[in-house]
Nanobody, 117 residues
Framework: QVRLVESGGGSVQAGGSLRLSCRAPGTITSTFWQDTMGWYRQAVGNQRELVAMASRDTTDYADSVKGRFTISRDNSKKMVFLQMNSLRPEDTAVYYC?????????WGEGTLVTVSS
């Protein structure tokens, strides 16, 4: 299990922006670039769903966030980011960072994003 620490959540009005950060302090910089990093979210009463994912050379997004959210990574700092623009009330959820190494997932504890109308 790899320790992951998220930050950047908060409350914002619809149309606003937030930037989530996730760092992996327990990983080695020389291997982090090989890990697949992802952001998931879970709203109250819903299952956890994939928001965005970044492997070492590709990115993928849920249809609901395409064109609004951008995932990026800084391998030198062992961090991954999620820039969220044009936020909507339905984006309200706890957002979790995920790291996949050798097929094994690790999760952060989550950060709450609340979007008000």
């Amino acid at each position: 299990q790899v320790r992951l620490v998220e930050s950047g959540g908060g409350s914002v009005q619809a149309g606003g922006s937030l930037r989530l950060s996730c760092r992996a302090p327990g990983t080695i910089t020389s291997t982090f670039w090989q890990d697949t990093m992802g952001w998931y979210r879970q709203a109250v009463g819903n299952q956890r769903e994939l928001v965005a994912m970044a492997s070492r050379d590709t990115t993928d997004y849920a249809d609901s966030v395409k064109g609004r959210f951008t995932i990026s990574r800084d391998n030198s700092k062992k961090m991954v980011f999620l820039q969220m623009n044009s936020l909507r009330p339905e984006d309200t959820a706890v957002y979790y960072c995920q790291l996949i190494r050798n097929g094994m997932p690790s999760w952060g504890e989550g950060t709450l994003v609340t979007v008000s109308s």
